[in-house]
């Protein structure tokens, strides 16, 4: 199916740098997800944005709605090693569908 | 509370058995899914249900059986599976209605493992 693409693919960090990824599409959409995803687990949201320009932070975590909506970018910072995984975004086009197109992902790892 | 109950976790079975995926969620959500994701790769659309009723089949092949018996339930039934059928299958809920919130919850998952 359709997916997004994400950037980078996969990255090592030093414990206590900042991260950067981001996603984007051809298409508009009304909503960004942001999710991670630990080994056998389920992904995890952990930021939903809602319009263009939106910039929303959850603890060390910030994300961004790209103005075109057709984008978005997830910063972490001050990284630790509980941050290892995998991290994905998904688009949703519009209200009352109910098809979510993902990104590729992107793996953290974090050296201590 | 957000969450999205599946089981069992893990289920190991060979191509003849028939067994069945369970997902539970109570938030009121309207619309269940069925994902599934193989290593390293993103989930991939399987079934929506929306009001108890099958909306969306991603041509899903046949030994695939989805079932939403209410709101709170949605099962998976497998029947003749494939080895190339081993996965993480994930259950998602969102909030369905006139106001779509867009947010998409999973559970934990249920790893397949096909003999």
Redesign the interface.
Known sequence: GQQLNQSPQSMFIQEGEDVSMNCTSSSIFNTWLWYKQDPGEGPVLLIALYKAGELTSNGRLTAQFGITRKDSFLNISASIPSDVGIYFCAGHHTSGTYKYIFGTGTRLKVLA | D?E?T?TPKHLVMGMTNKKSLKCEQHMGHR?M?WYKQKA??????MF?Y?YEKL??N?SVPSRFSPECPNSSLLNLHLHALQPEDSA?Y?CAS?Q?GL???????????S?LTVL
């Open positions: 957000t999205v599946q619309a899914y390293k790769k993103p989930p991939e659309l929506v929306s909306s969306i991603e993480l994930l969102s369905m106001i779509n919130t867009g947010e998409l919850f999973f559970g934990e998952g790893r």
